[in-house]
């Protein structure tokens, strides 16, 4: 499922697995069949999620001495061995194609998957094995754009049942924890443009764009000049089409291209929710663009999903929602800028606003799931919900990360002392 | 000097001297005899800083075409030609020796070579062959200990003279330009505390003490009982003093010991610069430290000179001034961080901070200059003003960085969620 194996994830990254905190042997999950044994052996290696499995013979498999706060059940053998050979995978797609059932609150299900993993002990020998045969999709020109179809453009319909009126499709920043995802997300632009100190007739490039909000919302309220750049088709007509539609064509231009062919030379450079999808060996290439096409007084903005640690994406997620995607750790964030002498001003971790993000669209999405249901089907349905529970879990739990960067040409000298504007009223 | 030498410090790290702005020929400095010559392709080869240059012929050197903004008198054929050997370590050294004058001001001397050196072409074979076969001190528990000793232990009367009331030798933080020296060191320890979110009752383990200062603040400040580690014998000494003549030894205990060294379980971890001496070799044991330090809410600040990307501190400052020290990158830091899952919650800037803390140091040490002259002499004077003047220049023009960078354990979800609470009267 999209925590599970957090365990074999990081296979990758043994070193990791060992952190002081002594790991105490947990206590083994019963089960009495060979399959029973074999699924307690799985949980064993999960770290003994607090979690009931419930087997096709009545067979029911629980680490001892905890309360669980959920209980799945699997109907079939086939199922279940299915599950014990690559769980990463096949756990998630079982609950996609309905094979088996969840009893309970799924975010809580995945929360104790995640927490699980994080006293899980090293990777198995298979565990290891499997990680290192995944590969995932590659970021080339093509295949970046046929990774971007997979995803962004299945319909702006469906996104617009559950994005809010904004449309932005990354973490909300909350000013207050009663903040609605509206809010949320229009005081997450305003908190990314007041890092970068924009000025009216300023011109700001922006590597992936979404459906184009942001770019608008530069261009009103802080009277920019923007070239914003996207490779997905549905995203940049919808984009150009609202542009015209609020009369700020003029002010916005979307470019239906990659990022690696920005041109020119502007006095911001801001990405939104675009890395994750750029893969670590291009990150150099990336701040190669941003260096290139800075002035002397530039400066700029990179919001990514990340990582504590470098580790590849879970392997469903990767396979069935975001191919080609991975979310890096800080340290890997660095190779963009540090080849290029930029530096560092302000990182912030906005981990739990991504959680209370997800969770509003997630109330969305099940508001409108009939209606998801008769656009594409069931199957569909539980699939996008297990991406966005678990995407709950993953912010909750800190096994993912959300970092804003913000950074400068070296001898930029403007900037300002101490980020106490960011918080005035 | 301090800074001359970027270019051939960053030897090891060719990459970072090709960034995406075009490197411009500079023009030729001028220089007739064959030493002139010399002279001036040393100075092209550091990027042609606005400097002039009088040898004892009277020639002139100075780039063409630009107004230079310092002069440098070298009275002898030897004292060129040692410089021309190896620029990094002989210019300053002349400098403290007094065999070579500087007209102007040092500050600017020493910004004219840094800003040159951002834009000065790929170092040379010899340069990359120089900066090589450096070995800087190295850090093993009896390293760190000879290293400190040289700097810290050479009398706390010395510090005192230009320190301030505080005692504290790290980036002040200015909340106002007008805020003074003393302000400013009160102002930083009470920015970190309220970073890491101290409550009365805490516990908390600082790695590098210095005079005690902060300890102390924690401690009569935000409620807390604090171990504080530090291996200079002098600086022990003066604290534990203070900590009994203030009423505060109940609640600080000093401890004259190798951070290495830390035992028990605390609430928060801090350190304020102390990591310029720990070695990039030691992060991930560094961490291993913190981890084991921290409880499950656990969280911590670490502060440290910093740099854009990995390079050796600059080799006169590490032969005269630090020996062993070595300022990070924030992906060399991160190294400290990701092998152990810490989460990083904020990571902030205080660069244009610690040259205006430096320029208020400066002040005071020249104010007191004849004292420390009859406590030293008029070359350990030159050594230590050259050491503060190249920091100031390495502050203001970027060639360093000083990064507070906050983190949490993973799970830690008692964070605040936004910094609104930093900035609050």
Known sequence: MNASDETLMTSSNAAVRQPAQAREATEAASGSSLEGRLLARLLARLGDPALEFVLWNGERIAPAGCEPVCRVRIPSRGTLLGILADPQVRFPDAYSDGSIQIEGDLVRLLEAIYLAGARAPAPSALGRLIAHLRRPHLNTLAGSRANIHHHYDIGNPFYSLWLGQTMAYTCAYYPSAEATLDVAQTAKMDHVCRKMRLRPGERVVEAGCGWGTFALHMARHYGVKVRAFNISREQVAYARERAEREGLAGQVEYVQDDYRNISGRYDAFVSVGML??????????????????????????????????????????????????????????????????????????????????????????????????????????????????????????????????????????????????????
Chains 1, 2 share one sequence.
């Not at 150099?284 to 504590?308: F, K, M, Q, T």
């Not at 530096?343 to 981990?351: G, M, Q, T, V, Y």
């Not at 669209?361 to 799931?369: G, M, Q, R």
Request: glycine fraction near 8%; proline fraction near 5%; charged fraction near 20%.
């Open 276 to 425: 994750e999808h750029v893969g670590v060996a291009n990150y150099e290439g990336l701040g190669a663009v941003v260096a290139r096409s800075l002035g002397d007084n530039g400066r700029g903005l990179i919001h990514s999903i990340g990582r504590n640690y470098p580790a590849p994406l879970q392997p469903w997620i990767e396979k069935r929602i975001f191919p080609g995607a991975c979310p890096p750790s800080l340290g890997q964030m660095m190779r963009i800028f540090e080849p290029w002498d930029l530096s560092i001003l302000d990182a912030e971790n906005l981990r739990l606003h991504y959680a209370q993000t997800l969770r509003h669209w997630l109330e969305l999405f099940e508001a409108a799931s009939d209606q998801v249901e008769r656009m594409f089907d069931a199957k569909f349905v539980r699939t996008w919900r297990m991406y966005l529970a678990g995407s709950i879990a993953g912010f909750t739990t800190g096994t993912l990360q959300l970092f804003q960067v913000l950074f400068a040409t070296r001898q930029n000298n403007d900037v300002p002392m101490t980020r106490a504007h960011l918080y005035a009223r």
